[in-house]
Nanobody
Framework: QVQLVESGGGLVQAGGSLRLSCAAS????????MGWFRQAPGKERQFVAA????????INADSVKGRFTISRDNAKNTVYLQMNSLTPLDSAVYYC??????????????????WGQGTQVTVSS
């Protein structure tokens, strides 16, 4: 089992920045890929970014590319999501997720095995 705890969400004005953290514990050696997803009210869960423990990373093609950066600190078993130039459209609950396998499409939520409880990000205009 892998436990994931997100932190760093909050309220920020448009144009501002936030850094989300996801601390992993338990059998973290079984987590080949870590990802961030987000879900706004009434919308489907959306892939944001993913990173493997070896460093290969994937960023959402359009909505966050150039603004969000995913990174990890293996020594701390922590994954970060640096979010810059935030807009109200970025408001959502952000979830950290882990998957055991490193192959396939990292953007598919059903392929992730473990999920955090989520952290709310609200961007005011």
């Amino acid at each position: 089992q892998v436990q994931l705890v997100e932190s760093g969400g909050g309220l920020v004005q448009a144009g501002g920045s936030l850094r989300l953290s996801c601390a992993a514990s338990g059998r973290t050696s079984g987590s080949a890929v870590m990802g961030w997803f987000r879900q706004a009210p009434g919308k489907e869960r959306q892939f944001v970014a993913a990173i493997t423990w070896s460093g290969v990373k994937t960023i959402n093609a359009d909505s966050v590319k150039g603004r969000f950066t995913i990174s990890r600190d293996n020594a701390k078993n922590t994954v970060y999501l640096q979010m810059n130039s935030l807009t109200p459209l970025d408001s959502a609950v952000y979830y950290c997720a882990a998957r055991r396998t490193g192959s396939g499409n990292y953007a598919l939520a059903p392929d992730y095995d473990y999920w955090g409880q989520g952290t709310q990000v609200t961007v005011s205009s």
